[in-house]
C-alpha cells in the first residue's frame, strides 16, 4: 500500500469504529443502560466517600473538639515559680496556625474569701472558655465580655453550699480583706469536675485579688490537631518556647486520631464493596452485550479483523460507558456527600478537585477489570461456527 493511502485508510478505519460504537450504545440502550446505571452508582458512591474523606479530618477534628481542650501549656520546670507571663501566653497564640486553633483561654488559679468562707477563684478569658468547654452546663448566662469585673460565675457545689442562684450578689476578697469586691452571679456552672467548687472571674479580677499581677498558671487550647500531628505541633512551638511545657492532652488527642483511623478504615471497606457489586454488574452486562453480538463480531473477523481490533473496540466503548457514567456518578455522588454532611457534621463538605480524577481512575480501573472476561470470550469467537448458526 502506497504511503499516500495510508491517511485515508486510518480515517476510514476510524470512521467504521465511530460507527460501530455508535450503533453498539444506540441499538443496545437497555444494557447501556444497565452498565451506565451500575458504573454511575459505583462512582456517586466513591466520589461521596472520597469527598467525606479528604474533608473529614478538619470536619471530625471540628466535631471533637465539643469534647474539650486537647492542649495544655504549663510552666517548664517542676518546681520554682509556677506562672509565666501574659506576654508569652500571647506570642504563643500568635505563633499557632490561626485556621486550626479552635479557642484557647489562660487560667489563673488562687484562694480567695467568698462570703464567709475560703473558696478557690479561677481567673480565665469566658470568651476563649466558652469555646474550648462548649459541654458545660450552665443556669443562667454565661459572661460575655473579658472586661466584666462585675460579675461572676460559681461552680455547682459551691451555688448550693452558698444558696446562692443567678442574680444573686456576693462579697469576695483576698486573704488580707485589703481588696473587696461585690459579684452579681451571672450563672451557675456543672462541669463534673474541679470548676464545680470554683468560683470563676474575669483573669484581670483574679490578678487584682490574688496580688498577682500579668500572670497566669496555665493555659487550655483547642486545636484541630490529633495523634501523631499533635506530637508534632506540640515540639515545634515547645522548640520557641523553652521555659515552657506544651503537651497534648493524650486521651483526647489519641482518641480522636483512633476514632478517625477507625471511620477512614469503615469509609474504605464500603467503597471496597460498592467496586465489587459494581464489577459484577458491568461484568454480567458486558457479557450480555457479547453474547448478543456473535455473529456481529464473527462477521467483523471473517472481514479480517484481528484480536487486536476487536480488543481495541471493546476497550473503547468500556472506557465510553465508564466516562458517561462517572460524569453522572460525580454529580450525584457531590449532592450525596453534602447530605451526609448535612447529617454527620451540620455543615457543607468542600469540593475537593483530587476526587474527580480519584474517582475517574478507581472507576475506569474496575470498569476494565470486569471487562476481561467478556473481552476474551469475544476473542475466542469462531467466525465459521457463529456465521453457520452453531
Known amino acids: 500500500m502506497a504511503a499516500a493511502d495510508r491517511p485515508t485508510t486510518a480515517v476510514r478505519r476510524g470512521g467504521m469504529g465511530a460507527r460501530l460504537l455508535w ?26 466517600l472520597a469527598s467525606l474523606y479528604f474533608d473529614i479530618s478538619a470536619k471530625m477534628s471540628r466535631e471533637l473538639r465539643a469534647y474539650g481542650a486537647n492542649f495544655i501549656v504549663a510552666p517548664a520546670s517542676a518546681e520554682g515559680d509556677k506562672t509565666f507571663s501574659e506576654a508569652t501566653y500571647r506570642k504563643l497564640i500568635a505563633e499557632l496556625p490561626a485556621d486550626r486553633l479552635v479557642g484557647a483561654s489562660p487560667f489563673l488559679y488562687g484562694v480567695a474569701r467568698v462570703e464567709d468562707r475560703e473558696a478557690v477563684i479561677a481567673g480565665l478569658d469566658f470568651a476563649g472558655a466558652q469555646k474550648i468547654s462548649p459541654y458545660w452546663q450552665v443556669e443562667g448566662n454565661w459572661i460575655g465580655v473579658d472586661f466584666d469585673e462585675r460579675r461572676c460565675m460559681l461552680g455547682e457545689r459551691l451555688a448550693e453550699s452558698l444558696g446562692l442562684h443567678p442574680g444573686d450578689t456576693i462579697e469576695v476578697s483576698n486573704d488580707d480583706g485589703s481588696f473587696k469586691t461585690e459579684l452579681t452571679v451571672r450563672g451557675i456552672v456543672e462541669t463534673g469536675e474541679a470548676e464545680d467548687d470554683q468560683i470563676l472571674v474575669n483573669r484581670s479580677l483574679a490578678q487584682k485579688l490574688l496580688g498577682m499581677p500579668n500572670v497566669i498558671n496555665l493555659a487550655m487550647l483547642s486545636i484541630q490537631a490529633e495523634g501523631e500531628e499533635a506530637d508534632r505541633l506540640a515540639s515545634t512551638v515547645e522548640a520557641d518556647f523553652p521555659g515552657l511545657d506544651i503537651r497534648p492532652i493524650r486521651q483526647v488527642s489519641q482518641s480522636d486520631g483512633e476514632l478517625l483511623d477507625k471511620i477512614k478504615v469503615l469509609m474504605a471497606f464500603v467503597a471496597g464493596i460498592i467496586l465489587v457489586i459494581t464489577a459484577v454488574c458491568v461484568n454480567s452486562t458486558l457479557t450480555a452485550m457479547i453474547v448478543e453480538r456473535r455473529r456481529e463480531i464473527g462477521l467483523q473477523k471473517a472481514l479480517g479483523a484481528d484480536d487486536s481490533a476487536i480488543m481495541r473496540q471493546f476497550l473503547i466503548e468500556t472506557v465510553t460507558l465508564s466516562l458517561i457514567g462517572v460524569a453522572a456518578g460525580l454529580v450525584i455522588g457531590f449532592g450525596l456527600a453534602q447530605l451526609l454532611g ?23 480501573v474496575a470498569a476494565l477489570a470486569a471487562a476481561i472476561v467478556p473481552i476474551r470470550r469475544a476473542i475466542r469467537i469462531v467466525p465459521a461456527q457463529v456465521l453457520k448458526g452453531e
Open 342 to 364: 448535612q447529617a454527620v457534621f451540620s455543615t457543607a463538605i468542600s469540593f475537593r478537585a483530587i476526587v474527580v480524577p480519584a474517582t475517574l481512575a478507581i472507576s475506569l
Open 23 to 48: 450503533r453498539a450504545l444506540l441499538v443496545r440502550r437497555s444494557r447501556v443502560l444497565a452498565a451506565v446505571t451500575a458504573i454511575a452508582v459505583g462512582a456517586a458512591v466513591i466520589a461521596a
